[in-house]
């Protein structure tokens, strides 16, 4: 079975009206952050989603986690739409489903020590007794490689960027959640521990055995720890498969520029490059269509108005792109190099 789902879920965040727009009367505006969004997250994997900045990956987890209600759409959390949930359910959603976000400075309150940060979940939700909550406390932090007896007591601001970090996962984990929604925990961190933490959240969901969402602008990060990806392009799913074929096979000529624009190390490999023109736009009160369009060498009239939202139902590599089979857009590399 599917642990969450998203079923056709949409976003949409109306901007302030400047004065002259009330003046003249002018329709607010609006951003789609989020547009007809289908996707399942099953059991035991790790689905990667990427897209550049804007393109509404954190939207998504937030909405995925419950943290915020989308404009349109359900969400749905073993076979129970969130919006539907009782008290008893709801509890259950809080403590199954948990978020590791980006910046670990913003995440920690600086007034808690270490282990109430931490036991702060479990408390809330009242999960165990206090002298259990202690003793999950102490043997999550020496899971995530923090010795419980030098961190308990600590403030955040005693600690490192990946000591902290590694605290957000704890606090997410110590709640024993079957699913885990990690939006680019690694970005505000040095590169030197980014492949620690990375490797610590690999192997403490196949140990523990939750599902995880992981979010990254970066694909290469992905082709390392996701089972499948998802491409995401202004609020627009474009793509999803296993993480070979999306990799590998891209369909949708956004995720064919997004893979030619990560480096590869053999130079006798040549890769063709479809043109993208154009900038990446606000997505403010846009056309219908396929939001690439504007940037697409092969869109048609067609494009600017409908796109292929994905099905969740299909679990196969799948896009939006509406020619994604016309010849143009497969052979894209004989044209590319024309070009
Ligand atoms: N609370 C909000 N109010 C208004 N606009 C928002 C809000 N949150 C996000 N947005 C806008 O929605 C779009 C998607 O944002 P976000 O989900 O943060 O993207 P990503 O995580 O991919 O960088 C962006 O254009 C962003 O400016
Ligand atoms: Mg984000």
């Excluded at 289908?38 to 897209?51: D, P, R, V």
């Excluded at 036991?119 to 932090?141: C, F, N, T, Y």
Aim: hydrophobic fraction near 40%; charge should be negative.
């Amino acid at each position: 079975m599917d642990i969450l789902s998203l079923e056709n879920v949409s976003q949409e965040f109306f901007l302030p009206r400047k004065l002259g727009d009330i003046v003249t009367r002018k329709p607010a505006r609006s951003i789609r952050a989020v547009q007809a969004m289908n996707l399942a997250i099953h059991e035991n994997e790790i689905l990667g989603i990427a897209g550049e900045s804007g393109c509404g990956k954190s939207t998504t987890c937030l909405i995925a986690a419950g943290l915020l209600s989308p404009t349109d759409g359900v969400v749905v959390h073993r076979g129970q739409s969130l919006a539907a949930m009782d008290d008893v359910a709801k509890k259950i959603f809080r403590r199954s489903v948990q978020i590791i976000f980006q910046d670990p400075y913003e995440s920690l309150n600086p007034r808690f020590q270490i282990g109430d940060a931490v036991a702060e979940g479990p408390r809330a939700l009242q999960l165990w007794p206090e002298d259990v909550i202690q003793d999950k406390v102490r043997s999550i932090l020496h899971s995530v490689g923090l010795d419980p007896d030098r961190f308990m007591k600590r403030f955040p601001h005693e600690l490192s960027g990946g000591e902290r970090q590694r605290v957000g996962i704890a606090a997410a984990l110590v709640m024993e959640p079957d699913i885990v929604f990690a939006d680019e925990p690694l970005s505000m961190l040095d590169v030197s521990i980014r492949a620690d933490i990375l490797a610590l959240i690999k192997t403490l969901a196949a140990e523990r055995k939750f599902s995880c969402v992981y979010v990254s602008h970066d694909l290469s990060i992905l082709g390392n720890v996701a089972d499948r990806i998802m491409i995401m392009y202004l609020g627009q799913a474009v793509e999803i498969g296993s993480a070979k074929d999306v990799l590998t096979n891209p369909k949708h000529p956004y995720t064919k520029a997004l893979i030619s624009a990560v480096p590869i190390p053999d130079p006798t490999i040549e890769r063709g490059i479809p043109k993208i023109i154009g900038d990446l736009s606000m997505p403010v009160n846009t056309h219908q269509g396929c939001q690439f369009a504007p940037r697409c060498p092969y869109a048609k009239d067609a494009c600017w108005q409908s796109f292929k939202p994905l099905s969740e139902a299909q679990a196969l590599h799948q896009s939006s792109c509406l020619r994604e089979t016309d010849a143009d857009v497969l052979n894209e590399v004989v044209d590319a190099d024309r070009g």
